[in-house]
């Protein structure tokens, strides 16, 4: 009996430390991973012969069955290859990598420079899981003066507005561009730049290398019209946003609160904590927020990105 009630007091303080640490994961930030929209490729189907060329006589389309489909070379890396029948009747292929074969976490934090400027630091992330190597992050911003650190791992570029994705605001690509640099799965890279302007929440997507190569000739179109134009994991960080400059004291209160359910879903506060914080943003008290933010960091109840933005609204 004695060993007995031993074991049963063994069996509770174990199951009371997992009811403990199980609170405890509930209870602080989970910070999420860009989002994925799901693209499934496949053979396709009821597709037209194709035009390899034309009757000298009847001007009429001579047709030949190319047989296009896709094979799975890689699942987990996101690697495919089209293959057909070529013009001159043996088959071709073309190999690709699909943009979102990634895993990605991006944490984001604001601190002060000597010159009065704000320096945003992003910690990116390839997690474990990712099944390729990260080629580029793309950051957005609302700001004329942002300059991104030079000489770093990944080198900045800005993104063209005539890309639908990148119209809206200024969009900073973060690229891979050596053969010294590659950020594999379980492996991070900094990325820096700096801005006078106080972060708000802005886009931010990555993406794997994605070149389509090995044919020797145009790809057919049934198999071309698989690729999608932008399927890289896509989500929030914090960036330069000058629109925020000129808010009134309420304006910024609204700001933070319009934008808490975002920055919930984001993994970036804890439910308690942001029931919290919109009752005193309803009353436009910004400054009650701004003094509990500290604790609150440290508590893990929100992220360093909601910690930069509650602070430069003060």
Not at 13 to 30: D, K, M, Y
Request: glycine share 8%.
């Amino acid at each position: 009996m004695k060993y007995f009630l031993l074991l049963l007091v063994i069996v509770a303080q174990a199951f009371g430390a997992a009811c403990s640490l199980s609170q405890h994961a509930q209870t602080v930030v989970q910070r999420q991973p860009l989002e994925k929209q799901p693209n499934n490729y496949k053979t396709p189907t009821g597709y037209k012969p194709r035009v390899s060329g034309y009757d000298e006589k009847t001007g009429a389309a001579i047709t030949y069955d190319h047989k296009p489909r896709l094979e799975v070379v890689d699942a987990k890396a996101g690697k495919y290859a089209f293959k057909w029948i070529g013009f001159d009747g043996k088959e071709k292929t073309a190999t690709f990598g699909r943009a979102d074969a990634i895993d990605v976490m991006v944490h984001a934090s604001v601190s002060d420079t000597s010159s009065s400027e704000y320096q945003y630091t992003y910690e990116v992330k390839n997690l474990p899981s990712s099944g390729a190597f990260l080629k580029r992050v793309i950051i957005q911003n609302f700001a004329s003066d942002v300059k991104p650190e030079e000489g770093a791992d990944l080198m900045p570029g800005l993104m063209t507005k005539q890309i639908h994705a990148y119209s809206e605001g200024n969009w900073i690509s973060f690229a891979d561009v050596s053969d010294d640099v590659q950020v594999n799965p379980s492996q991070a890279v900094m990325i820096r730049l700096t801005s006078s302007v106080p972060p708000g929440l802005v886009g931010c997507r990555a993406m794997t290398e994605t070149v389509v190569e090995g044919a020797g000739e145009d790809i057919p179109g049934e198999l071309e019209a698989l690729l999608r134009e932008d399927e890289s994991p896509r989500g929030y960080t914090i960036g330069p946003d000058e629109r925020l400059k000129n808010l009134s004291v309420s304006e910024r209160a609204q700001y933070v609160l319009d934008k808490l359910p975002q920055f919930r879903k984001l993994g970036w506060i804890t439910e308690e904590t942001l029931h919290a914080y919109e009752q005193q943003l309803k009353s436009g008290n910004l400054v009650g927020i701004s003094k509990r933010a500290e604790q609150d960091l440290k508590a893990e109840q929100i992220t360093t990105e909601v910690f930069a933005i509650i602070q430069a609204m003060r």
